[in-house]
């Protein structure tokens, strides 16, 4: 599977993340390059094998529902770049 | 030949002897802990380990820890051990990095389960390690503060991702350090600096307050310099932890006790598979020694094959970007961290610029990688094969473990490699976890150990064990120890080491 700048453009907006234009020409080659190497994931033979997406047995851990304290909101909050009591600040999402 | 253990060097002591001088009073805990904090200050200006050294901190929890002896109650063997962090470890009220500039003034409101355990057991911490940003990489060169250069030659780099971890260990800085391995961040490194590094089973200790890389494959483990103390830090870590699902309610046995030195009978598989062309005659040669030396301790060998060994690093290439890009998309400006929020017109593009100038390239190129894998129309040929090449290597391993005991091979396919030689291309760099990174797909445990030296430089042996079988991986890795002194040899940082009573050392792009 082939890879063109403009995929490459693409994907950078889904992950929210942009690339300046050195990068999205350097991004193209080497994910082409790594793909290609991946590419021999193509000939396993995965008829009837199902995915595993943990290693671990699917258990359920269940605790006692007894209320304990969370971590204090300041606390919580004294990493956040902009807020406002309580909150987050953001921009404005909708004008 | 054993240690010579000179009294005006205990950073040489293993954990295990330690444990006793302190119990016997033959050194304070405070006194331990400055002979830490001198050597760091002596060679940690070349070898760059550390990204903070924590020294107030380390000596109130010495003081402690010396109360602690002077009243003989509530002992552990870790009671008044230094040891240090990798800083993907968040620490309340120390700043914590992940070797990014995203988070270089991140202040985590708690600690790590881990970090709790230890100090409850009374041990001390130096501070915290270098590392690849986020735990991506192979070398500790995508570290934002520069990269560790390993202690056997400061021109090479220690591995990674848990590379300051692992040097920290090598250069005498703590007695014993936590990393975490994802693809072989702690077993790779560990055999590029002649250290013992061990990755736990998938659930054997909990992750909480691990900042997040890829959370089905990610697992925290020990570096030491040996078997034993490897076995003593396991001790204080394992174990289930509400405050993680995915750590295991099982039982967590006396790992020393398993360390009788005794492996008559031990069936060692060699898989083929892991000795093809590719891997350095030199590092061959080391392993093929250690398996002559476990012969003559009574081990038996049979050849195994693990038929789908070829797919692993392809499935780990999907697997491991594709929860990254997950993980890591909760670095967005908004919550903690960096944020270029002001000069943005909108959401959006406050998003797009904060990600942009906060992660380095390696993390860019894998959150791309897996956002790809995950996308619409790729999922089905990328992600969810990938994830059925998992099944096919847990059941590789189920077969052979059928057959052995414990699985060996090389750790690494090479010696520690000069720094700036794989930064250009990208898959160079991800062979260095060929033989490491199948153990993190099934889930299972492994440990990499001093094998002995190719061209003055060390080499790893690795052994895979069971799940929740680290016991008979690190009973093999000791009874090794016990005839041979690969583990006790030294680099030499007497050129590099500054004088005693000499300035800070200034760090290179580090920062305290």
């Given at each position: 599977m082939s890879l063109s700048r403009a995929d490459v453009e693409h994907i950078a907006l889904l992950a929210r993340m942009r690339l300046s234009e050195d990068e999205l020409n350097r991004m193209t080659e080497q994910l082409a390059g790594i793909l290609e190497h991946i590419?021999?994931?193509?000939?396993?033979?995965?008829?009837?094998v199902p995915p595993s997406a943990?290693?671990?047995?699917p258990i359920d851990h269940f605790r006692p529902d007894i209320p304990a304290p969370s971590l204090p909101v300041d606390a919580l909050l004294a990493n956040a770049p902009e807020r406002e009591d309580s909150y987050l600040r953001v921009k404005a999402v909708l004008e | 030949m054993t240690t010579p253990t000179m009294t005006n060097e205990p950073?040489?002591?293993t954990i295990a002897e330690t444990a006793e001088k302190l119990r016997a009073k033959e050194i304070s805990a405070v006194e331990l802990t400055q002979a830490h904090l001198d050597r760091i200050r002596a060679v940690d200006g070349a070898v760059?380990?550390?990204?903070?050294?924590t020294a107030d901190e380390a000596l109130a929890e010495a003081k402690a820890a010396d109360e602690r002896l002077a009243r003989g109650?509530?002992?552990?063997?870790?009671?008044g051990i230094p040891l240090a962090l990798k800083d993907v470890l968040v620490t309340e009220g120390i700043t914590t990095t992940a070797g990014s500039r995203f988070l270089e003034h991140f202040v985590p409101p708690y600690s790590a389960t881990v970090v709790k355990r230890l100090r409850a057991a009374g041990a001390i911490s130096l501070g915290k390690l270098n590392m690849d940003e986020f735990a991506?990489?192979?070398?500790?060169?995508?570290s934002a503060y520069g990269p560790t250069h390993n202690p056997?030659?400061?021109?090479r780099v220690p591995g990674g991702s848990s590379g300051g971890s692992a040097a920290a260990v090598a250069a005498g800085e703590a007695m014993g350090t936590l990393g975490s391995d994802t693809g072989g961040s702690i077993r790779q490194p560990a055999a590029l600096t002649n250290t013992v590094g061990l990755k736990t089973?998938?659930?054997?200790?909990?992750?909480?307050?691990?900042?997040?890389?890829a959370s089905s494959l990610d697992q925290i483990g020990p570096f030491t310099r040996t078997a034993r103390d490897c076995a003593l830090l396991l001790q204080h870590i394992a174990g289930y932890d509400?405050?993680?699902?995915?750590?295991?309610d099982v039982s967590v046995p006396d790992y020393a006790a398993q360390l009788t030195g005794d492996i008559k009978g031990l069936k060692i598989g060699i898989p083929k598979?892991?000795?093809?062309?590719?891997?350095?005659p030199g590092v061959v040669k080391v392993v093929e020694e250690a398996i002559a030396t476990l012969k003559t301790l009574g081990a038996e060998f049979i050849d195994i094959s693990l038929?789908?060994?070829?797919y692993g690093l392809p499935a780990y290439y999907i697997i491991a970007p594709a929860e990254a890009s997950a993980n890591l998309?909760?670095?967005?400006?908004?919550?903690?961290?960096?944020?270029?929020?002001?000069?943005?017109?909108?959401l959006e593009d406050a998003y797009m610029r904060t990600r942009q100038a906060g992660f380095g390239p390696e993390v860019r190129r894998r959150i791309m990688l897996g956002t790809y894998a995950l996308s619409s129309g790729y999922y089905d040929a990328y992600y969810k094969r990938a994830e059925q090449v998992r099944t096919l290597i847990r059941r590789d391993f189920d077969a052979a473990f059928a057959q052995c005991d414990v699985i060996i091979s090389?750790?690494?396919?090479?010696?520690a490699f000069k720094?700036?030689?794989?930064?250009?291309?990208p898959y160079a760099m991800y062979l260095s976890d060929l033989f490491t990174i199948p153990a993190n797909l099934a889930g299972i445990c492994g440990v990499s150990f001093q094998g002995g030296f190719s061209e003055g430089l060390p080499v790893g042996v690795q052994l895979l064990g069971k799940p929740f079988d680290e016991g008979t991986i690190l009973r093999a890795a000791d009874a090794f120890q016990r005839v041979t002194d690969y583990h006790t040899r030294w680099p030499n940082l007497a050129a590099a080491a500054k004088p005693k009573g000499a300035t800070k050392a200034k760090k290179a792009g580090g920062k305290k």
């Amino acid at each position: 599977m082939s890879l063109s700048r403009a995929d490459v453009e693409h994907i950078a907006l889904l992950a929210r993340m942009r690339l300046s234009e050195d990068e999205l020409n350097r991004m193209t080659e080497q994910l082409a390059g790594i793909l290609e190497h991946i590419a021999v994931l193509q000939e396993a033979d995965v008829s009837d094998v199902p995915p595993s997406a943990s290693t671990l047995p699917p258990i359920d851990h269940f605790r006692p529902d007894i209320p304990a304290p969370s971590l204090p909101v300041d606390a919580l909050l004294a990493n956040a770049p902009e807020r406002e009591d309580s909150y987050l600040r953001v921009k404005a999402v909708l004008e | 030949m054993t240690t010579p253990t000179m009294t005006n060097e205990p950073w040489r002591w293993t954990i295990a002897e330690t444990a006793e001088k302190l119990r016997a009073k033959e050194i304070s805990a405070v006194e331990l802990t400055q002979a830490h904090l001198d050597r760091i200050r002596a060679v940690d200006g070349a070898v760059h380990a550390f990204l903070r050294v924590t020294a107030d901190e380390a000596l109130a929890e010495a003081k402690a820890a010396d109360e602690r002896l002077a009243r003989g109650q509530d002992l552990t063997p870790l009671t008044g051990i230094p040891l240090a962090l990798k800083d993907v470890l968040v620490t309340e009220g120390i700043t914590t990095t992940a070797g990014s500039r995203f988070l270089e003034h991140f202040v985590p409101p708690y600690s790590a389960t881990v970090v709790k355990r230890l100090r409850a057991a009374g041990a001390i911490s130096l501070g915290k390690l270098n590392m690849d940003e986020f735990a991506m990489g192979s070398s500790t060169e995508n570290s934002a503060y520069g990269p560790t250069h390993n202690p056997w030659d400061l021109d090479r780099v220690p591995g990674g991702s848990s590379g300051g971890s692992a040097a920290a260990v090598a250069a005498g800085e703590a007695m014993g350090t936590l990393g975490s391995d994802t693809g072989g961040s702690i077993r790779q490194p560990a055999a590029l600096t002649n250290t013992v590094g061990l990755k736990t089973t998938y659930g054997r200790v909990s992750r909480y307050g691990l900042i997040a890389f890829a959370s089905s494959l990610d697992q925290i483990g020990p570096f030491t310099r040996t078997a034993r103390d490897c076995a003593l830090l396991l001790q204080h870590i394992a174990g289930y932890d509400p405050n993680d699902s995915t750590s295991a309610d099982v039982s967590v046995p006396d790992y020393a006790a398993q360390l009788t030195g005794d492996i008559k009978g031990l069936k060692i598989g060699i898989p083929k598979e892991y000795f093809v062309e590719g891997t350095e005659p030199g590092v061959v040669k080391v392993v093929e020694e250690a398996i002559a030396t476990l012969k003559t301790l009574g081990a038996e060998f049979i050849d195994i094959s693990l038929p789908h060994t070829k797919y692993g690093l392809p499935a780990y290439y999907i697997i491991a970007p594709a929860e990254a890009s997950a993980n890591l998309a909760r670095y967005d400006g908004v919550k903690y961290g960096l944020s270029l929020r002001a000069e943005a017109a909108d959401l959006e593009d406050a998003y797009m610029r904060t990600r942009q100038a906060g992660f380095g390239p390696e993390v860019r190129r894998r959150i791309m990688l897996g956002t790809y894998a995950l996308s619409s129309g790729y999922y089905d040929a990328y992600y969810k094969r990938a994830e059925q090449v998992r099944t096919l290597i847990r059941r590789d391993f189920d077969a052979a473990f059928a057959q052995c005991d414990v699985i060996i091979s090389p750790t690494s396919p090479t010696v520690a490699f000069k720094l700036g030689a794989r930064v250009d291309d990208p898959y160079a760099m991800y062979l260095s976890d060929l033989f490491t990174i199948p153990a993190n797909l099934a889930g299972i445990c492994g440990v990499s150990f001093q094998g002995g030296f190719s061209e003055g430089l060390p080499v790893g042996v690795q052994l895979l064990g069971k799940p929740f079988d680290e016991g008979t991986i690190l009973r093999a890795a000791d009874a090794f120890q016990r005839v041979t002194d690969y583990h006790t040899r030294w680099p030499n940082l007497a050129a590099a080491a500054k004088p005693k009573g000499a300035t800070k050392a200034k760090k290179a792009g580090g920062k305290k």
